[in-house]
Antibody
């Protein structure tokens, strides 16, 4: 069974860079697209962006200027960096696997999420 | 603001049927996927594509779509169905994902 686990600091100072890693176990990182999705406390979900195992990326236009994602296939993990953070970036950050099945794309596996506070 | 619109809250009596809707222009091109989220937990996929359920999702949950509106129907709602439900699809360009604002379902 595929499992995803986010890790990183739970507290980041304003104007600094938020850095998170998602470790993938029970399956290979190859052949899939991997997304970061966040959820501010009490609010809805916001897609941040995705990265393919090749390193190709696509980001939410609202965050594109501050986001960078990378993948390390040797460690079976991928990472998120969000620069110049502000209080509004406080959220639970999820990593998720996107799968293409029967011509349909969807997120079939999610990490448990990690709360990052900007303060 | 979300490009997919959902009612913030819906309630249903135990055992009755409820429909949760999601509207957006991208739904004319792409199917919606539906995720269930209970407090303190990560979202879980419950419906993908036209009307497909992952393994383990009860058949009382079903999906449908017409024009720019996707719907999640729960037939015979149970207490364990109380949760927030989010629709999601590719945006109209197909380049990014969007989520609806979520619908909080209360089972009375």
């Amino acid at each position: 069974q595929v499992q995803l686990q986010e890790s990183g600091p739970g507290l980041v100072k304003p104007s600094e860079t938020l850095s998170l890693t998602c470790a993938v176990s029970g399956g290979f990182i190859s052949h899939y697209s991997w997304s970061w999705i966040r959820q501010p406390p009490g609010k809805g979900l916001e897609w941040i962006g995705y990265i393919y195992n090749t390193g190709s990326t696509n980001y939410n236009p609202s965050l594109r200027s501050r986001v960078a994602m990378s993948v390390d296939t040797s460690k079976n993990q991928f990472s998120l960096k969000l620069s110049s953070v502000i209080a509004a970036d406080t959220a639970v950050y999820y990593c998720a696997r996107e799968i293409l099945y029967g011509g349909i794309s969807f997120f079939d596996h999610w990490g448990q999420g990690t709360l990052v506070a900007v303060s | 603001s979300s490009e997919l619109t959902q009612d913030p809250a819906v309630s249903v009596a135990l055992g009755q049927t409820v429909r949760i809707t999601c509207q957006g222009d991208s739904l004319r091109t792409y199917y919606a996927n539906w995720y269930q989220q209970k407090p303190g937990q990560a979202p879980v996929l419950v419906i993908y594509g036209k009307n497909n359920r992952p393994s383990g999702i009860p058949d009382r949950l079903s999906g449908s779509s017409s024009g720019n509106t996707a719907s999640l129907t729960i037939t015979g709602a149970q207490a364990e169905d109380e949760a927030a439900y989010y629709c999601s699809s590719r945006d109209s360009s197909g380049n990014r994902w969007v989520f609806g604002g979520g619908t909080k379902l209360t089972v009375l």
